[in-house]
């Protein structure tokens, strides 16, 4: 059983490598294959539910082998209730695009599976790693199919949009390996001489304020990228534009959760001081990603940037969920992360048709093919509902989710939370505002292009490649409890181990060189009294950094 | 020296001379396999082509084979001195002979099919590159300065001829002079620099080196309150005022000969492996030789380059005085390494022709490379007693992290030849009858007509930037690390740098992928060479960038191996050390496959 991760990880390869040695020209087949594989990859994920522990906060599925004894780097995968529902997700979502493939890709259809294919293995392994660098290595994984699903099949300007991606990645990925290595090294001289990259290893390891805000910061630049957060968001609408439909799907549904994730599962846990400092600009910055992005998606005239700008907006909520480190915040996060991978992956596909059926993107081209396209106009308003976040629907938990969260119990962490959840929450008035005229720019009024006269509804293809989006996306909206309840105790787990790590950060902020948690444990019985009477419920940071200066300076007086 | 040649005319009244050179078989297979090539030539006929690269490798994997069974042996953990103080055998210098060796067969392999094409066929070259690896596996072995000039001339002066072998190419001769006026300036730095340092030590053997820098520091500090008297002579005696002068002079000479020297010999092999400010003729040289000899240069030259390096500058000149400011090269060599890094990749965006490209590239690698040079000198420089009691473990962690960081080094100089053949043998085998399809445009859509030869050319460029999975992840990991263990922020700045220059990198390579994936191709397509030669050599450079990430441990373990005691001289103690960190790696496999680190961590999940 506890071998099921690492069979989730090697089946794609092997697909990859069969679809990749077969002859040329055998497109149809490659595509078959590739699906073959892809279901039945799904197939062996759902143990990963049924085998799943609830009420378990812990990793499940652990497996750890060593791989680079000399340096401690190990191959350590495991899951729990952050990482389950998004390696679901990810096994759902590559069938359904390859699928969704079936005709929109016609060269080289071959590559473009075995592409899709390699990158599943990348985002699963991403997900499930508990060693830094196992982790790094399927990060940087990830980037190479993606990079080629770009450049090869996607529009126009794809080349420069694929390079920007690219690089983009690499440059923060670049500062996260600083990050990881100086990691390992505090903790071989704290050990003694044990090289680990290992996760729970390094998770023991407290540095001194500087130190935890350079690493953070690394960390975050990495993730910040990803999500994309405001200012560093500008590669995502030229990639989501520029990239072919299976593509835009994987990006939105599952690329862009990983910097979130990554954010839960390392740069929050890893460096808490740090990330008690930063939440606030952090938060602002996703509070203007939240607005700016709806902003700007509601002037978009290309039905694509439109849905990538919401995606800015929506990866907003996520990241305020995550830097309020609150319980419902992160379950809200996690659970916003799949609504937002389902509905704009289905929004995604939806503008693909169009463009398979049409090849323009250009909402000025459209209009009222509600009469033409009943079924697809139908799809698509599930989706949008869901993406606008309308209650009944899967979007409207996590945003529900985060913004209480945030509210009641991001005081810890964020500085003037009830402005910042105000704004936020007006982030949720502007998705219904452009999305509903996004619709009503395609959907309703006369047909005024000649050429949407005689547009094909959705074929029984289409139909079953949507079927399980949009039934997911209502059965989550109306029942999300068997969601909910297994990320729960993880989250709670995770904001304990949080403030425990935060407050032996302040009980050691003092001091220059590093110390393990386990010997500061013991000043910290009561952590989230400790960080409240440093913080206080509402004080800025700054007057912590004083009241440190001002004790340091008391004792070197008294000396 | 003297033992060198008084052993092979067989004066030497000692048995010990045929020991020697069985010792030193793979550098004996290879010496005898150049004349042999020469002769053989003569009687090759018209398949000559087929025929004398059969013989080459015959004799390479000969050779190959008998340094892969010398290496680990017992016999050698201690350093072996052969012919006298001049050379010796190691797990370092047979590490590296295995890794010369391969790089010669690889090129071997296509080079002939390559010659053919662009008509310029010649019967010597497999005996020059056969002479060129012997002087290349002199360099790995040396004991002593001489033997280090005399390996550097021999692996120049074939390599010189091997660039400018393409005599019906003007670039060709060019890149020959350009390469030869520069190189032999170097040399004659080198020439000096040994001189000098032997007109301050009296000895030219590396092993007794160290304790003469030792004696220099101590002769120039007790000279120093004379120094003091002669600068400010006010009211002392005559007598005693030429006698302090006599006294500081003596006192201050050796250090006054010897800081130059090593000035003149880091200079020469910065040359050799083209670093920044040094750099100036390996985009031109690079781009005139003969693409197989280019990639000879890239991988061959700089292993040997940085052997030396490591042999001389971390082994030897690694007191504390030398590599710290304000007398230290690391310091200098850090600059270096900034300089090399940056100017490598920036310059290498600009490029249209991928020769000049992966030139530049090379240059990058180089500057990755002098970062893992110094911070394996500065773990070694605080392991001396320098006055002050020092902690014993203090001593052996600097040899630990200092061994550590040469294996780093090393893991990382086998990835980069395995990479930057791949990615020299595609560019080779992409043009034929004289006509190299070297201009990036000239790529487009080759990875749709040839999409074999194009993923075994991505791979190795992935591993050349990096990235993971591919080795290149590791090597870069490896070195960095090194460099982060030292509590410098220097150099710990650099390391950052380092990273941020790879995105640099990142991006003229992934042009090359650009073109090769994504534009269209072109009307008129380029010929690519006959015969399996380069497409073996590329496939094989592939599957290794991919195996040595895979199986980083047990590459690893190698490098250590090879690694371990580095600064130690030759003799007991070194073999004492070895045989300490075997026994370490013994007890560690008894105890089982699970590591430590595992075991804690599962007991801190439980």
């Not at chain 1, 994920?45 to 190990?74: C, D, H, R």
């Not at chain 1, 990259?197 to 690493?215: H, I, K, N, Y």
């Not at chain 1, 549904?253 to 808490?272: C, D, E, N, Q, S």
Request: charged residues 15%.
């Amino acid at each position: 059983m506890n071998e099921l991760l690492t069979v989730l990880l090697v089946w794609p390869i092997i697909g990859a490598v069969v679809v990749a040695t077969l002859p040329q020209g055998e497109t149809k087949l490659a595509k078959g294959i590739g699906l073959a594989f892809a279901v039945f990859e799904f197939l062996i994920s759902i143990p990963l539910l049924t085998g799943f522990e609830v009420g378990k906060a812990g990793m499940q599925f652990e497996t750890s082998v060593a791989w680079i004894p000399e340096l401690g780097i190990n191959y350590h995968v495991g899951l729990d209730g952050f990482s389950l529902w998004i390696v679901l997700l990810t096994t759902l979502l590559t069938p359904i695009c390859i699928w969704g493939a079936w005709t929109s890709i016609e060269k080289r259809g071959a590559e473009f599976v075995a592409a899709m294919l390699v990158l599943e293995t990348g985002m699963i392994g991403a997900l499930v790693s508990l060693d830094l660098i196992l982790f790094f290595c399927f990060w940087e994984l990830m980037l190479v199919p993606m990079y080629l699903i770009i450049g090869v099949w996607g529009s126009e300007q794809r080349v420069a949009a694929a390079v920007k991606f690219f690089i983009y990645t690499m440059v923060g990925s670049a500062l996260m390996l600083a990050a990881i290595i100086y990691l390992a090294v505090v903790h071989y001289n704290l050990t003694g001489g044990v090289w680990s990259f290992d996760l729970a290893l390094l998770d023991q390891v407290v540095l001194p304020p500087e130190a935890q805000a350079l690493c953070f910061w690394a960390f975050v630049a990495s993730f910040a990228i990803k999500v994309p957060l405001f200012p560093v968001h500008t590669w995502l609408p030229d990639a989501h534009t520029q990239a072919p439909t299976p593509g835009s799907v994987i990006l939105a549904g599952v690329l862009l959760k990983m910097g979130t994730y990554g954010m839960i599962r390392f740069a929050m846990p890893l460096f808490p001081l740090a990330a008690g400092d930063a939440a606030t600009p952090l938060a602002i910055l996703a509070v203007i990603g939240i607005v700016y992005g709806a902003l700007v998606a509601y002037v978009q005239t290309d039905a694509k940037r439109l849905v990538a700008y919401s995606s800015v907006s929506h990866m907003g909520f996520i990241v305020l969920g995550i830097v309020s480190m609150s319980t419902q915040g992160l379950t809200g996060a996690t659970f916003q992360s799949l609504a937002h991978g389902l509905t704009t992956g289905a929004l995604f596909m939806s503008i693909g048709i169009l463009y398979e059926r049409r090849h323009t993107r250009l909402l000025s081209e459209y209009g009222g093919i509600a009469k033409v396209m009943p079924w697809f106009t139908a799809m698509f308003l599930i989706a949008l509902l869901g993406s606008a976040g309308l209650p009944g629907l899967v979007g409207f938990v996590g945003e529900f989710l985060i913004l209480v969260g945030t509210f009641t119990h991001g005081g810890l962490m964020i500085f003037g939370v009830p402005w910042i959840v105000a704004v936020a929450a007006t982030g949720v008035i502007l998705g219904a505002v452009y999305l509903l005229w996004l619709f009503q720019r395609l959907m309703f009024g006369p047909i005024t292009n000649p050429k949407n006269e005689k547009l094909r509804d959705l074929s029984l293809r289409e139909r079953l490649v949507f079927a399980p989006v949009i039934l997911l996306i209502i059965f989550m909206g109306v029942y999300p409890a068997p969601f909910l309840e297994r990320i729960d105790p993880t989250s709670q787990a995770a904001v304990t181990h949080f403030n425990l790590k935060r407050c032996a950060s302040i009980r050691h902020a003092g001091a220059e060189r590093p110390a393990l948690l386990e010997t500061l444990v013991e000043r910290c019985e009561d952590p989230v009294e400790v960080i409240e009477s440093v913080y206080g419920d509402e004080r800025p940071a700054t007057q912590f950094r004083r009241q440190l200066e001002q004790r340091a300076a008391a004792q070197g007086g008294s000396r | 020296m003297i033992g060198l040649f008084t052993g092979l005319v067989g004066i030497s009244p000692g048995a010990g001379v045929l020991d020697d050179i069985l010792h030193l078989g793979p550098m004996m297979i290879v010496a005898a396999w150049a004349l042999l090539t020469l002769v053989t030539d003569a009687f090759a006929g018209p398949g000559r082509r087929v025929f004398q690269r059969r013989v080459a490798l015959v004799g390479l994997g000969l050779a190959t084979v008998v340094a892969a069974a010398q290496f680990g042996s017992w016999e050698y953990d201690g350093s072996l001195l052969v012919f006298g103080k001049f050379l010796q055998v190691d797990h370092f210098a047979l590490l590296l002979d295995i890794a010369i060796l391969l790089t010669a067969a690889a090129v071997i392999t296509f080079a002939g099919d390559f010659a053919r094409s662009h008509r310029f066929e010649y019967g010597e070259h497999e005996t020059l590159v056969l002479i060129a690896a012997f002087g290349m596996m002199t360099l790995v072995h040396a004991a002593d300065l001489v033997a280090i000039f005399l390996g550097l001339e021999t692996m120049s002066i074939a390599v010189y001829v091997l660039v400018g072998a393409r005599w019906n190419s003007r670039a060709s001769s060019e890149a020959a002079l350009k390469y030869f006026i520069m190189g032999a300036f170097s040399s004659g730095m080198l020439l000096m620099g040994i001189a000098l340092l032997y007109g301050a030590t009296g000895v030219t053997a590396l092993s007794e080196l160290a304790p003469q820098i030792a004696r220099i520091f101590h002769g120039w500090m007790a000279a120093q309150p004379y120094v003091d008297l002669v600068m400010s002579p006010e009211g002392a005696p005559l007598d005693a005022i030429r006698d302090a002068s006599d006294r500081a002079v003596t006192g201050i000479a050796p250090a006054a000969l010897f800081f130059p020297g090593v000035i003149f010999i880091l200079g020469a092999l910065l040359f050799k492996v083209s670093a920044v400010p040094f750099h100036m003729w390996t985009p031109d040289a690079y781009e005139g030789a003969p693409t197989p000899t280019t990639g000879f240069m890239a991988a061959g030259v700089k292993i040997a380059g940085f052997a030396v390096l490591l042999k001389l500058f971390v082994a030897v000149f690694n007191t504390p005085r030398l590599v710290t400011a304000p007398y230290g090269w690391t310091s200098v060599v850090s600059i270096i390494a900034f300089a090399t890094m940056t100017i490598g990749n920036l310059a290498a965006v600009r490029q249209t022709n991928v020769k000049r490209l992966l030139a530049y590239s090379s240059v990058a690698h180089v500057g990755y490379l002098l970062v893992g040079v110094v911070a394996a000198a500065s773990f070694y420089g605080q392991g001396h007693y320098t006055g002050q009691a020092r902690p014993a473990d203090q001593l052996m962690w600097s040899r630990v992290t200092g061994d550590m960081a040469v294996a780093s080094i090393l893991f990382y100089l086998l990835v980069y030849a395995v990479a930057t053949l791949g990615a020299f043998a595609c560019v080779a085998w992409f043009g034929a009858n004289k006509k190299e399809g070297v201009a990036a445009h000239e790529w487009s859509g080759v990875g749709l007509r040839h999409p074999g030869m194009a993923l075994g050319l991505t791979i190795c460029l992935l591993a050349l930037m990096g990235m993971p999975p591919t080795a290149g992840f590791f090597g870069k990991l490896f070195v960095f690390r090194a460099a982060f263990e030292n509590d410098n922020w220097l150099l710990r700045a650099l390391v950052v740098t380092a990273l941020l220059n790879s995105v640099i990198g990142a991006y003229y390579y992934l042009r090359l992928i650009v073109a090769m994936y994504f534009r269209p191709q072109p009307a008129r397509q380029i010929e690519t060479l006959p015969g399996r030669g380069a497409p073996l050599v590329v496939g094989a450079a592939a599957v290794l960038s991919l195996a040595m990430a895979v199986f980083a441990s047990p590459v690893m373990k190698r490098c250590q191996l090879a690694a371990a005691g580095f600064a130690y001289a030759p003799g007991e103690a070194k073999a004492d050390w070895v045989d300490s960190v075997r026994a370490r790696w013994e007890a560690e496999e008894a105890a089982g496959n699970e590591p430590e680190a595992d075991a804690a961590s599962a007991e801190r999940g439980s």
